[in-house]
């Protein structure tokens, strides 16, 4: 129990230097992982698609707290540039200046939603599971397109979470459980950044 207990905890912290998940996550291998399921992914086919797409210039970047988290931008850029790809708002997708000039900007941002989430995992940890607790982090993604011609950028925003109880502690309400964090973060990401561009192809600003 105890060599297990020590492989999963290494687990897990590998995955939390990775997408920065603190507390619980990072600290007990009695963690379990839920997507909340309040942002659904939309389906590219409903996306309001332009009457002559463009190419664009796509930059993208993970955040925690704001701050730029290199490892995990790393880790989900192909990801979401096949999702960009994948949407038909664009012609061609590219990391360089393209033709016209039009940049779209997506940004993730980690933000804990949880307060003292530190010393809830070290509580349950210490008693090895009979102590319940669940820490949520928030996640927030801004999307900003600047078309050929354009002066302003048309921004959209969309929000999500990620659950994590640790020891006796009941499932969230209105979420999906995941086998691990990187699962549960690909999966939010694909969904949050769907709803984003959703907005942005229904904006009829966005031509």
Sequence with gaps: M???FSAMSAGLRRAASVFALVGAAALTGCAT??????????????????????????????QTKGVA???ATE???AQVTEQVQGSGLFSQVDNKPVAGGALLSVTLNNVPLTDDA???????????GLAGSQVSDGYVCTVKYLGNGQTDALTKTARHAIHTT??????PDNAVKVENIEAGVRLMT???VSTALN?????????
């Design 33 to 62: 992982h839920y997507v909340d399921g309040t942002t659904k992914e939309v389906n590219a086919a409903q996306f309001r698609k332009p009457v002559q797409a463009k190419p664009v210039q796509l930059v993208f970047e993970f």
């Design 2 to 4: 105890r060599n297990e």
């Design 166 to 171: 640790v020891g006796a502690s009941k499932t």
């Design 190 to 192: 694909r969904q949050i």
């Design 118 to 128: 530190f010393s809830k995992g070290v509580a349950a940890g210490l008693t090895f």
């Design 69 to 71: 988290n290199a490892q």
């Design 75 to 77: 880790f989900l850029k």
């Design 199 to 207: 907005d942005l192809s229904q904006d009829a600003a966005f031509k």
